[in-house]
């Protein structure tokens, strides 16, 4: 049997129609978690929230985007009206540009990765803290906060340069905010995977490659292990890193990367 490491917890999960999202939300709730999920996937989501239902999981969904700051408060607050309490969120939705040079860039879609993948997660945090210091002041419960980054929000990245600009965003606005609520009651992380075999990366950088092979050897040249990320292996480490015995653990930006950020 699983242990159940998160029982009666709520998990609140954005992206969560996605790759690591549907990984993570399955996670967490075999270990006993209840689940709050959104998604700009009206299909995807409500698929997946009907698939975890039927295999007895506790799960309330909200369609719409990270960037909108009042969907980001809807979703907390359907956490507490659901649920009674908001104990984990993981900051995972995102999004990325076509790949171009730095001033080759269209001005829209930067706007719009900034605007998904920072604003993003500050909108999810601010929203996210009240709920979760209201929990450790009346009931002493300690809270945690995973923000999905990227290998490209510690290095560099060519030809993504404004997804990388938003993901330093989030490695900083994590360690900033960590510092703050420390004795708050509240952990604070970054989690940094390289590529990983999710939709974004097989239909979007795979596919401009050439989809085979090939084009899989290309993106993966400068990681030591020569190798795309199974998306699994991101989300276990999500448990490890939200697992309230890991309770020494606080602003981190985690690599997860397959060696690369040791060269």
């Known amino acids: 049997m699983v242990e159940q490491i998160f029982a009666d917890q709520t998990v609140l999960i954005t992206g969560g129609a996605g790759g690591f999202g ?16 959104s998604d700009f996937n009206e299909t995807g989501l409500a698929e997946h929230k009907d698939v975890l239902m039927a295999d007895g999981f506790n799960v309330a ?3 719409g985007s990270v960037a909108e700051e009042d969907h980001c408060k809807a979703t907390v607050e359907l956490a507490l009206e659901k649920f009674g309490r908001l104990d984990i969120a993981i900051n995972n939705a995102g999004m990325s540009h076509d790949p171009a040079k730095t001033a080759d860039i269209d001005s829209d879609q930067a706007q719009m990765t900034i ?3 920072l604003m993003g997660v500050f909108f999810g945090m601010k929203h996210q803290i009240p ?3 209201t929990g450790y002041r009346d009931h002493q419960r300690s809270a945690s906060i995973l923000n999905i980054a990227s290998l490209a929000g510690i290095g ?3 030809t993504i340069s404004m997804y990388a600009a938003a993901k330093h965003g989030v490695v900083g606005l994590t360690k900033s905010a960590a510092l703050e609520y420390a004795r708050r009651g509240i952990r604070i992380n970054a989690l940094c995977p390289a590529f990983a075999r999710t939709p974004m990366v097989e239909d979007g950088l795979l596919a401009d490659a050439g ?3 090939k084009a899989e050897d290309f993106l993966t040249r400068g990681i030591p292990m020569r ?6 292996e991101i989300t276990r480490s999500m448990l490890w890193i939200c697992d309230p015995r890991n309770s020494f653990m606080t602003g981190q930006a985690v690599a997860l990367d397959g060696g690369t950020s040791a060269m």
């Open 131 to 133: 709920a979760m210091q």
């Open 211 to 213: 989809g085979d092979k």
């Open 115 to 117: 605007q998904v993948d």
């Open 156 to 158: 560099g990245a060519p």
């Open 227 to 232: 190798r795309l990320a199974e998306v699994e």
């Open 22 to 37: 549907r990984s993570a939300s399955r996670l967490f709730a075999e270990r006993g978690a209840n689940l709050v999920l």
């Open 61 to 63: 969904s909200l369609t």
